[in-house]
């Protein structure tokens, strides 16, 4: 069994509960701790119930939480690549239990495989995972400035797709950022547009169950593009997508559950 909730996703903040068989563990801490231990009640999860943390990268988004977290859960397992956890103890957080993990190499965690994989993104080791547990697999990439074909050899096959679907081309040419800020978003170690989700899709080699767009821009997205960004590619696939569950994850509210149980 796998299952993904997302707390929130976008520029000012990431975060999700990924559940791999009976094990839970947070995918990113990029809001206040109070936000996330609320979430984690409201679905009777205690934070001393987590099997640990996986984060994608240092940037202020995906950790901004991990600090008072692991204050209060010191012992909490933190899963990064060297890279990553360096970048993090750069910002003064002070990690007790590092689990390091290197891009390509499988790790076993309560019983789940785990892979990182390299994105390109400005930060010190960015990576996406996919997760695999007794044959349901979910993959997540987000950060990234392009599609490269590590991403899509760890996308295929997953029967939850999360891809980064950050913002929409002509809303970042007229938008208020600075040209500094658009060049380094559309640059090849920036963000995703929406239109890179159908490049993904394309390559697939089966639809998966859930395809959930996530880290959209306030200022140069909106959910609404972000779907319509996939119409053509629905409409003209060989493959058969009428039956994946599109989610769009939201900056402030969290999305709703996810869950493959192929094979209970």
């Known amino acids: 069994m796998i299952g993904l909730t997302f707390i929130g996703s976008g520029s000012k903040g ?10 839970c563990f947070l995918l990113d801490v990029g809001f206040a701790c109070r936000r996330i231990t609320d979430f984690l009640a409201e679905r009777n999860i205690d934070g001393s119930d987590l099997n640990g943390v996986f984060i994608t990268h240092e940037h202020d988004d995906h950790v901004k939480g991990l600090r008072v977290l692991l204050n209060k859960y010191p012992q909490l397992p933190v899963y990064a690549t060297n890279g990553t956890i360096s970048g993090i103890k ?5 990690i007790k239990n590092p689990i390091a993990i290197n891009p390509g190499k499988n790790i076993s965690v309560n ?7 390299n ?6 080791q960015p990576v996406g995972f996919r997760f695999s ?3 349901d697999v979910m993959s997540v990439a987000t950060d990234l400035g392009r599609v490269t074909p590590e991403v899509l050899e760890h996308s295929k096959g997953s029967d939850i797709l999360c891809l980064e679907s ?11 950022y600075p040209s500094w800020l658009k060049d380094r978003i559309k640059g090849p170690n920036g963000h995703l547009p929406n ?9 697939m080699d089966k639809p998966p169950a859930g395809l959930v767009l996530m880290h959209l821009s306030q200022e140069s997205n909106t959910p609404d593009l972000a779907r319509r960004s996939l119409v053509p590619f ?18 402030d509210f969290a999305s709703e559950r996810i869950l493959i149980n192929q094979n209970p």
């Not at 750069?90 to 002070?94: A, F, I, N, S, Y």
């Not at 809303?171 to 208020?176: E, K, N």
């Not at 239109?195 to 390559?203: D, F, M, N, Q, T």
């Open 133 to 135: 547990h007794n044959g």
């Open 195 to 203: 239109e890179g989700v159908r490049g993904v899709l394309s390559k």
């Open 166 to 176: 950050n913002y929409d081309s002509e809303m970042l040419r007229f938008c208020s």
């Open 111 to 117: 019983g789940c495989d785990c892979v990182a994989f």
């Open 14 to 23: 990431n975060s999700a509960l990924l559940e791999l068989g009976e094990s």
């Open 119 to 124: 994105v390109p993104h400005d930060a010190n």
């Open 90 to 94: 750069c910002k003064g957080v002070e």
């Open 234 to 251: 629905l409409e003209n696939s060989k493959s058969d997508f009428r039956n994946t569950k599109i989610v769009v994850a939201s900056q």
